[in-house]
């Protein structure tokens, strides 16, 4: 049973997409499905997780071919929890994008492209072999692609060829990486790599193999210096696309750089780790800095997402136990949050028409609860307390602390009164002051006004993910210990490497 927990997030996301196409022209049939799938992958993924919790490391070799010639999918908690966080927002968008995405592009085949964006997405967090997790990057690269296009406007176009152009740079390195590796070792299974890179005969290599792959994920993840292309694509489509994107996509690059640095170069090669700590803190520094020069609240938040890699790679560059388990409870807190942000501001862009700052106002006094459920992920992303961004940077801190590493840790702190600048700023500009005449006034177009109320399917993913914001705050004890536990078995590569090869040589 726990072997076809393993398989089932793949299989349910893949049989969806199958079924999505065949009632193409039944919209309302396919939103049903989806959201109905979505669930279904939401349950799946927690019992999933819920088996490795109680048994460890759950391994599946698909056909009967043994590790390491077979393909191999393993379930650990670090896995596990990405994959829950993966059917968490899928669920959110899914029900969101119910009345969130237009007729349009929902007869472009939207719902059946969500759904492989999530195939690519799962089989990136449980792959166990270096190769196919090339492969489903691209499954996710070729899906987001189509979404971020998906309706042809102008904006949405220019920022797909940056979007596009940068990550096909970080394909082609990741593609010339692997086959170095295979060169070099002749085996693609992360588990056979973690002996065979341990006694390679030429550490030079390793040193090489590792700077490809960290620019080929820093690329993914956005990381300092080549993160340009996020914040100039994730603003330009709907707002559920650039809500998955933040949720999910750069988050998949953040998890192959922990994966591969703690499993394949566990040893701090030439600086490695140090370089990596340096990239995180020029990471946080820029994302903060280009958000405060932003006017438009989805390129805010674009911005954000870079200064918020640069949290979550902190961790893996001071590589201690609690410091990877700061950075786990950070990307489990921050996929949530960053995911509700963007819902946000689609919701104000359902009632405004607008995203620029200088023409929304008013939102506080008409629509109280819109407000609440802004300033709970807005005040968690900034770390304030009791929120769940608080404990995420507290645990951050003190592990740098720990290991006396004060140029991070200030870095840290001053980006995050940076942030709240930033969250203050959208508050007071989309809520607190008076709503400007020329929202009202302004020429639309021919365009008929924009609605007064809010869908129900698309407030109550928002006021879901603020729940669990609250709760990862309330109860952040259990989160902790589930990032803890994930922590010790990332810096137990042999472990990960036993359980995969059983008493292989």
């Known amino acids: 049973m726990n072997h076809v927990l393993v398989v089932l997030p793949l299989a349910l996301t893949l049989l969806t997409a199958a079924v999505s196409v065949l009632v193409w022209r039944n919209r309302r049939l396919q939103r049903r499905i989806s959201v109905l799938s979505a669930g279904l992958l939401l349950a799946a993924a927690c019992a999933l997780l819920r088996a490795v919790w109680r048994h460890g490391i759950i391994v599946v070799q698909l056909g009967d071919w043994p590790a390491p010639f077979g393909i191999t999918l393993v379930a650990d908690t670090f896995s596990g929890i990405m ?5 968490i ?55 987001s692609f189509v979404l971020l ?32 590796l295979y060169g070099f070792t002749g085996t693609l299974n992360m588990a056979d790599l973690v002996g065979k890179l341990a006694t ?50 750069t988050k998949v690059g953040v998890y192959a750089l922990i994966r591969v640095f703690t499993l394949l170069f566990s040893s701090d090669m030439g600086g490695t780790y140090g370089l990596i700590t340096f990239l995180a803190g020029l990471t946080m520094v820029t994302g903060v800095l280009g958000a405060t020069a932003q006017n438009d609240f989805r390129r805010i938040l674009s911005f954000h997402i870079v200064s918020q890699i640069g949290y979550m790679i902190m961790g893996l560059g001071l590589l201690t136990a609690a410091a990877l388990a700061g950075s786990i409870f950070y990307i489990m807190h921050h996929i949530i949050v960053k995911t509700n942000l963007f819902l946000v501001s689609g919701l104000v862009h359902h009632l405004r028409g607008e995203y620029a700052l200088n023409r929304l106002g008013g939102l506080y006094r008409e629509r109280p609860l819109l407000a609440f459920l802004f300033i709970i992920p807005a005040m968690s992303l900034a770390g304030t307390p009791p929120l769940s961004g608080f404990f995420a940077k507290f645990a951050l801190v003190r592990a740098g602390l720990q290991i006396e590493q004060y140029a991070i840790v200030a870095t840290a702190l001053a980006v995050g009164l940076l942030t709240l600048y930033s969250m203050t700023k959208i508050w007071a500009e989309v809520f607190w002051k008076p709503s400007p005449e020329s929202t009202n006034d302004r020429d639309d177009g021919g365009k008929a006004s924009p609605p007064s109320s809010l869908p129900r399917t698309m407030l109550a993913p928002v006021i879901g993910l603020a729940a669990i914001t609250l709760y990862m705050g309330a109860a952040a004890g259990p989160f902790f210990a589930l990032a803890t536990r994930a922590a010790s078995e990332l810096l137990d590569p042999a472990s990960y490497a036993r359980a995969v090869l059983g008493d292989a040589p």
């Open 83 to 87: 994959v829950v966080l993966a059917g």
């Open 89 to 143: 927002i899928g669920f959110a968008v899914m029900v969101y994008s119910v009345a969130g995405i237009d007729a349009r592009r929902q007869s472009f085949g939207y719902f059946p492209l969500l759904h492989v964006l999530l195939l690519g997405v799962c089989g990136a967090f449980l792959t166990g072999d270096i190769f196919n997790l090339y492969v489903w990057f691209e499954v996710m690269l070729m899906a």
């Open 149 to 180: 296009v998906l309706g042809g406007e102008r904006q949405q176009l220019e920022g797909a060829v940056k979007y596009v152009t940068l990550n096909l740079l970080s394909s082609a390195m990741f593609l010339s990486a692997v086959g170095i």
């Open 200 to 249: 390679l005969e030429h550490p030079s290599v390793r040193v090489a193999l590792a700077m490809l792959f960290l620019i080929a994920f820093g690329i993914k993840a956005a990381m300092f210096p080549l993160f340009f292309w996020l914040p100039a694509s994730y603003h330009t489509p709907p707002a559920p696309v650039s809500a998955v994107f933040a949720g999910l996509l």
